[in-house]
Structures are given as C-alpha cells and as structure tokens.
C-alpha cells in the first residue's frame, strides 16, 4: 500500500469496520440492557444531511452507540431512463446525478462510450474537457467546503466560498451557455468551438483563485473552533478505507496516496504537472486539508490546460466522423449526405459496436466509473454509474464509532456525499 | 496479465484494454479470495449486475441485423451490426476490481446466473460489497446468499417487482390517488 512511509502511524489498532454488516453500527446487549438508549430520527429533511439522506440513530447519553443510514428518498431511476433514450440523448442524464460535478459525470458516460466507439478526441477536446473537469472541481470543492462550515456555524465561511462558485459558473455560462449542466462534452470532442473571449476571463479567474484560497484558509485552517470540530473525529484508518472501497479525498485524507488522474491517467493528466495531497490522520480535519490543497492544485492545472489551449486556436474540438458526430449546421443546406446524417443521428441516434466498458474517472469526490453494455443498438443496453458517494456512505457508521451525536454533522459532511447520486 | 490459477475460471475476455474473468458462481468466493490475497486486488470498486433478457432480439426503434449481417429488404437497417453472441444466462453480475498501490491494475469478474439462482456473497472478503449487492438484489433481484442484511435500498420496502429488469414495464406504475375521489 502506498502511503508515504515518514508519515506513516496506525490511526486505531485493527478494524473498527462492524460485523457482521459493514454499514451498521449496532448496540451492544449491554447497553440495550440499562434501557437508557434513545433512538433518534434524523433527517430524512434535515438541512444538514446533504441532501435527503436520513440516520437512524441510538444515543447513549451523548454517545452515539447504534447507527443505520437509510437511502433512496432521491431514487429517480437514471439508470433504467438511459437505457430508453439513444446514445447521445443519454448524456444529459449522466450530470444531473451528481449535480454538483455535473461535467464530471458527463465526462465519465461520454468517455464510455467514445472507448465502445474506439474514437480518439482532438487534443483541443481533451485539453478543454480538462479545462472544465479541474474548474468543475473547484466548483464541487467549494461547494463542499462553504456547506461544511456553515453547518459547524462558520457562516462567513459559505459566503466567501458562493462568491468564487459564483465566477466558475459564470465562466461556465460563457462557455456554453448553461451555468449548470452544461452538456458541453460531446461524443467524439466538444459541442461547440470555444468562444475567444472565455481565455482572459478564466486568466483573471486563475490568478484570483489563489488569494480566495488563502481566505478561506486564514478564516479556518488555524482556527481554534474549527481545530477542536474537526480534529480526531471520524477516525478511518487506511486498510478499513480500502476495504470499504473508499476512494477520493476520503482515501487520501486516510493516508493512502491514491489518485487516478495520475494513478490511471485519463485526457490530459499525463501531460499535466500537479501534485496529489495526503494526508495521514484519517479525520475530518485531514479531509478538510486535502480538499483546499486539491484546490490549489486544480487551479495549477487550470492553468497550465489554457496555456495549451490558447496554441490551439482553429483546431477542430471534435472529430470528424460523420456516423457519430452531427455535420456543421451550414452543410445542411448545401449537402445531401449531410442532411441524412443529420436526420439518422437526430431520430435514430448512431450505433455502438457491441461490448461493455467500465471507464472510470477521479470526480471531486472519488473513483467514479460507468460500466456500459452495448448490444451493437441505438440506445445503451445497460449503464451503471459507480458512484463515490453511494460508497462513500457506507463509511458512516465506521467513522461514527466512538463519536458524539454533536460531531455526527461534521462527519458526515466530511465524507461529501451529494444524494443525487448515491439515489440516481 | 496472467490470471489462470483463478479457482472456478470458465473464460478469460479481452476486449477494448480490459480483461474479463468469466468465474463459475459456485466457486466465485475462492476465486475472490485468490484476487484479493494473491493477486492484489484489494479493492472492490464497484459491482453492477445486469440483465439479458431478450438479447439479441428486434430492438423497439430498429433492426438489428442477423447473425450474418444486416437484411436490406427489412427497413431501418441503416447500421451495419450482426445479431450480438448470445448470452450464457440471463443475469451477469460483474465485480471491478481495483489493485490500489504502486501498480495499479483492473480486471472484471462476470458470473452467470438464471433467475432464481443464488450468488455468494463477498461482503467478507470486500465489506464495501454491502450496499452493492443489496442494490442489485432491490433493482435485479439477484438474491446474495449469505448476506446478513439483504433487503431493499433504493426502493420502498413494499416495492413489487425488480424495475432494472428488462420485463419490468416502463410507464406502468400506478399514480396514487388519480382514482380516488
């Protein structure tokens, strides 16, 4: 296992995964017998769950001794919709699962299928999907961190983070047109050219990003408040984080040094120059660390796709296959061939070589694969999104062992789990 | 990658840079111990079962061909695909599997099963198998034998029927009080 070997010490002796089911933490016969346990209800409307997410669970005084998570308030069937739609229909459903890294979730079903197709994008393409996937990032991780504080009564802290989330989608808006779900990633490269005027706004936007984040940083990394919330709670050691499939920055935040953009390089990561923070505590405070360090670097790498792209000036951002990708609007109206291509990929949809695929991307919030089956059809016949935050959750009741009912907002909220799409 | 000393390993897939382990059910929790112990699978990244029901069968929007190739005379025969190989069962559940370290490395294991017919569990050799298995037993019913907590996820708990099954019926389900006055 890869953790760096200076840093390395034991969070806890053993496992404190329970058995004999991993995600339920139960109450001892002891305990039950003094008849002083009192079983809570919290959520499944609970402004502090993230979401709907609901936890059943039993105190002890203060000691939270028995604890369940109960999910599927957002079920809306993702899945069993793409299966019904043809391919290209199908993308629009992949970011509203997680829609708080809506381009991330795209990336991952449009990178599937392109790996079903055996289609290579234009480096344009890839280094654009980057642009916006590490911009996506940021967005996701400020969202996280300005909700996470907020809920541990640093307010200010949510304030400063909207302001920052608030230029993202503006450049996000500039780009395509959307703010959110911008269903801009292509199959085959990028839906549209990129409007010229996107490069010296997202300039100012990189060279701003680094004294927000020393903001929020002066606001929390040394405050006292803070410290004591989030500091030796939620405790997950690294070998129970592997076996609990944990991944993103929970795992780093356990000390594992684990990043697929450089573990499994994927688009331009390869080519890109950053650095994968871990840290080695296994606690919230660790997870709170890895997030604004991640940040920092996205916004390195941010940097480094528009060096690249401003050379690409007149590339083409997707590729010309006309089987898959609709022909330039101007050619219908000259070109036959372009009108039935147009008309077949528009109603029919294209097909896709039978076979399935699992293709996996590192979201803000971990490994997040889409494994698809194709039979050689129109539409997808399976697709399955491993969602880190369904996997994610399954840690709750390891981290919460030990842990006092007022810490459970902090812990829970440091797994970063967005309902959407454990549900999907 | 060299994975033939997996126990119960009926069929070793190459497809489009992955690496596919057909394993026999009845032996699938060796063969998941000898991945985990052996090989250095330690993690399990995410299980997906799916279903095959009417596989290979006229699709709703078009035709798919026939097992030479396309039929001009039949229309929407626009793609140029042959009818797909035909599936051993009805139910495939697949386990990614993650090597997380140093040497990164995937590989899936595929196991067959017909409706009806149990699959051993793996919650423990990979615990985070726990909610995995309990969505494919709520949206497939894929029954996990052994696992101490297999009930719906997603789903109501008085849900009828198995909705990511292909004869599950799209549309169909009932809105409460449309009738009721």
Avoid at chain 1, 224 to 243: F, V
């Amino acid at each position: 296992m890869a953790i760096a070997p200076e840093r390395q010490r034991a969070i806890y002796e053993g496992t404190r995964i329970p058995h004999p089911v991993p995600t339920l933490l139960r109450v001892s016969d002891e305990l039950n017998a003094t008849g002083d346990i009192l079983r809570v209800n919290f959520g499944p409307n609970h402004p502090s769950t993230h979401g709907v997410l609901r936890l059943i669970v039993d105190l002890f005084g203060e000691d939270v001794v028995g604890l369940e998570a109960v999910i599927g308030y957002l079920h809306t069937g993702f899945e069993k919709n793409m299966e019904q739609k043809s391919w290209w229909k199908a993308i629009t459903y992949a970011p509203r699962m997680d829609y708080v890294s809506f381009q991330n979730n795209e990336l991952a079903f449009v990178l599937a299928v392109e790996k079903l197709l055996e289609l290579e994008p234009p480096a344009k393409a890839t280094w654009m999907r980057t642009c916006l996937c590490e911009l996506n990032r940021l967005h996701s991780h400020l969202i996280w961190l300005g909700t996470s504080a907020l809920e541990l009564g640093a307010i200010s802290l949510f304030w400063y983070a909207f302001r920052e989330r608030e230029q993202i989608l503006d450049l996000f808006e500039l780009v395509t047109g959307a703010r959110m779900h911008t269903r801009y990633f292509q199959i085959g490269g990028l839906a549209e050219d990129i409007p010229s005027g996107f490069f010296p706004e997202a300039r100012k936007f990189v060279e701003w990003m680094p004294h927000a984040i020393d903001d929020y940083e002066a606001m929390l990394t040394r405050n006292k408040i803070w410290l004591e919330r989030t500091e030796g709670l939620g405790l997950l050691s690294a070998d129970d984080a592997i076996a609990l499939g944990q991944s993103g920055p929970v795992l780093r935040a356990s000390g594992v040094d684990w990043d697929l953009r450089r573990a499994q390089p994927y688009l331009a990561y390869a080519e890109c120059d950053f650095a994968v923070p871990v840290f080695p505590e296994g606690d919230v405070y660790a997870r709170y660390r890895v997030h604004m360090q991640e940040l920092r670097e996205s916004t390195k790498i941010i940097g480094q796709c528009l060096d690249r792209l401003e050379t690409m000036e007149g590339e083409p951002w997707i590729v010309d296959d006309r089987k898959v990708v609709l022909p330039p609007r101007e050619e219908l109206h000259t070109s036959m061939e372009s009108l039935i291509h147009h008309f077949k990929i528009v109603t029919e949809g294209f097909r896709v070589p039978e076979g399935e695929v699992y293709a996996t991307i590192e979201s803000p919030r971990g490994e997040l694969g889409c494994y698809v089956v194709s039979d050689g059809g129109p539409k997808p016949w399976r697709v399955k999104f491993r969602a880190p935050s369904f996997v994610a959750l399954q840690a709750t009741a390891t981290c919460m062992s030990e842990a006092l009912v007022a810490d459970m907002i902090a812990i829970v909220g440091s797994l970063d789990t967005v309902m959407g799409e454990v549900d999907r | 990658m060299s994975l033939e000393g997996v126990p119960g390993l009926v069929e070793t897939k190459e497809a489009f840079g992955e690496t596919t382990l057909v394993v026999d059910p009845a032996r699938l929790q060796e063969a998941c111990l000898h991945l985990r112990d052996q090989e250095g699978f330690n993690m399990l990244s995410d299980l997906s079962a799916a279903d095959y029901l009417g596989w290979g069968a006229e699709g709703v929007s078009g035709y798919i061909g026939t097992a030479a190739g396309r039929d001009l005379n039949r229309p929407m025969t626009q793609g140029l695909q042959a009818l797909p190989a035909p599936k051993p069962k009805r139910f495939a559940v697949n386990y990614h599997l993650l090597a997380v370290g140093p040497a990164p490395k995937r590989v899936r294991v595929q196991t067959w099963v017909d409706e009806d017919e149990p699959v051993p569990t793996v919650i423990e050799i990979w615990p985070t198998a726990d909610w995995h298995e309990r969505e494919a037993w709520d949206l497939f019913g894929v029954v996990f034998e052994g696992h101490p907590n297999l009930k719906r996820i997603l789903l109501d708990d008085d849900w009828e029927g198995h909705p990511l099954r292909k004869d599950y019926p799209i549309g169909g389900e009932p809105v409460r009080f449309s009738e009721e006055r």
